[in-house]
Structure formats: C-alpha cells, structure tokens
C-alpha cells in the first residue's frame, strides 16, 4: 500500500503531512511513524501529523511525536496543517478546527497563517523558571549568551530530571530588545532540540509578560528557524485572544510504501 504524504515546515519546525480523512494511515502502529519520522531512514521530520473528519470543525488535527506517541497540541504543526487544509480545498481563508487541546480558529494572509491559541489561566514562577500549559507543558528560563548555550545537555537533564517519565518542553530565553526574544526549545517526544516550536514560543511571549521583562503585548520570537509572533490580551490574571503567527511552507510531496 501507498500512502501519500507531503512535508511542511514551520520555522524550521517539520512535519510529514497526511489526509487521513478516510482513514488510510494506520496510526496504532508507532514503528511505522518512529520510521517514517526517523532522518536516517525515512522521510525526516519532528512529528506526524494527520488531517482527518470532523463532525464539529472544518476538520481534526491528530498529532505523533517523533517518537510514535500521540503528542498533545503542536502550534507550528496547527499553522502548517491550516495550510495542507487550504491546499486541499477544505477551507478558504479561514478556519476552525479541532485539536487535542480542544478547538481552534486560524487565518491565511500573504503566506502567513494565524493561529489561535487557547487560553492560559495559570503561570507557575518558581525560583529560577515559570511554568505553564499552551496547549503542551513549557518550562520557560532566561539564560544568558543563548547562542551557545547547552541546550540538548541542560534541556534533556531538565525534562528529565525535573518532571519525570511525562516530562515538559524546556525553552531558553534571552532577551535582546523590548519585543525581541531569542529561543531555543528542547522538545519532549523528539528528544532534541528542534528549530522552533510554537507552544513554546506562545509560552516564553505570556511568561515574559508575566516578568514584566516586556510591557507590549505584540511580541517577536527570534527562533533558529526564523521568526514567530505572539499576541494576547490579559484580562483578571487570565491569557486571551491569544494568537501564534507565522510561515508555513509546503517543501514536497511523496508516497510512502508500506
């Protein structure tokens, strides 16, 4: 059996694309996606993604970590399935969708998709950190000199360590100007550094707010795949209208065999 797929990118953040919508792909089988997913012996990406029915949205977004395991919302992954659904001809300029992490609305504009993150009611500020959900768990910590910081060895002692068998993403942060925000993400279910992750640019734009290190709400993340942008409202401690904006980039299409 064939099954086509198509690679996308979201600031560097890649994903194999399928439509799922009758069900083709056998997703109980993880093997398949560790395989399909692997850069040595498949196609390449950080995770899977599948674009199936809905009986409530536009459409279902189901989403496989690197590793085979179903993973929680993927904010880049949602900005490039917009666009695979846009491809298709299942939407037009705007959307709604269902996630893991319940609905969401998205946009396409000049290349750009906007994605609507849900609300985030609790930030955690701990010594050295803060913590809070967007949709995926994010560890969010300023260090200095980013650049060269150790973020596979510091990251995987973080997840690890601090939060166990279920683990966290963990985002390092340095701040460059008023709006400006370098990040790098050591991403849990692909056991590495990834070049962008959209949960955890969402997470270090509300967490840098809440350190009152920024007063804007219209914030910019200098990813190592390129550049992502966040806005919200805050209102009674509460994370609203909180928007994730950025590229998503077919780069091709194929058939896998199985």
């Not at 196609?43 to 085979?68: C, I, P």
């Not at 992954?77 to 491809?87: M, N, T």
């Not at 994605?115 to 260090?143: C, Y």
Request: charged share 20%; aromatic share 10%; with cysteine.
């Amino acid at each position: 059996m064939e099954i086509p797929f198509y690679k996308y990118q979201g600031t560097g953040n890649d994903f194999v694309v399928i439509d799922n919508r009758k069900l083709i792909f056998p997703k109980e089988n993880s093997h398949l996606i560790q395989k399909i997913c692997s850069r040595k012996f498949g196609v390449g990406a950080d995770g899977l993604l599948l674009l199936e029915k809905s009986d409530t949205a536009d459409f279902r977004m189901v989403y496989f970590n690197a590793d085979g395991n179903l993973g929680s919302m993927c904010g880049n992954g949602g900005r490039c399935i917009v666009h695979f659904a846009h491809y298709l001809n299942i939407i037009k300029k705007q959307t709604n969708f269902e996630a893991f992490d319940g609905m969401h609305q998205a946009s396409l504009a000049d290349g750009m998709v906007s994605l609507k993150m849900n609300d985030v009611s609790k930030v955690d500020l701990e010594a050295d950190h803060l913590f809070l959900n967007t949709g995926s768990p994010h560890h969010v910590q300023l260090v200095k000199k980013l650049n060269n910081y150790e973020v596979e060895k510091k990251g995987s002692f973080l997840r690890n360590q601090l939060y166990g068998k279920k683990g966290s993403n963990i985002n390092f942060v340095e701040q460059i100007d008023d709006t400006l925000f370098g990040v790098r993400t050591y991403e849990r279910g692909v056991e590495a550094e990834t070049l962008s992750c959209g949960t955890g640019a969402t997470a270090v734009a509300i967490a840098m707010f809440e350190l009152k290190k920024t007063l804007s709400n219209h914030i910019q993340l200098k990813t190592n795949g390129g550049m992502l942008s966040v806005t919200f409202e805050k209102n009674n401690l509460i994370y609203q209208n909180i928007y994730l904006k950025g590229p998503a980039i077919l780069i091709f299409k194929g058939h896998w065999e199985c």
